[in-house]
Nanobody, 125 residues
Framework: QLQASGGGLVQAGESLRLSCAAS????????MGWFRQTPGKEREFVAA????????YYKDSVKGRFTISRDNAKSTVYLQMNSLKPEDTAVYYC????????????????????WGQGTQVTVSS
């Protein structure tokens, strides 16, 4: 199970940190991703991280603003979001994959085996 938290309402330029706590599995073996979705649109890739944390991947529009990280001792993955923009407004979901991904495959939502419930992020202008 994945439990996402940390969403909220902020103004443009502010920061939020999302957390996703995992249970019931060997967390360090899982490839983790963050996706987001707005009404009427498909879920889109935001960031992903390998099991060791040694490899990270980002959507181009969040590079330099968002940072994905993980603490395997706490079975938690984080998404630090800085310099937030109104277009970052969405429901954010964390996801876990039993196999390790690549810079390309990490962007495919269909490859992930488990999903969290989502947390709303709203950025006002």
């Amino acid at each position: 199970q994945l439990q996402a938290s940390g969403g909220g309402l902020v103004q443009a330029g502010e920061s939020l940190r999302l957390s996703c706590a995992a249970s019931g599995r060997i967390f360090s073996s899982y490839f983790m991703g963050w996706f987001r979705q707005t009404p009427g649109k498909e879920r889109e890739f935001v960031a992903a991280i390998s099991g060791t944390g040694g490899s990270t991947y980002y959507k181009d529009s969040v590079k330099g603003r968002f940072t994905i990280s993980r603490d395997n001792a706490k079975s938690t993955v984080y998404l630090q979001m800085n310099s937030l923009k109104p277009e970052d407004t969405a429901v954010y979901y964390c996801a876990a994959d039993r196999s390790q991904g690549t810079s390309i495959s990490s962007r495919w939502s269909t490859r992930y085996d488990y999903w969290g419930q989502g947390t709303q992020v709203t950025v006002s202008s």
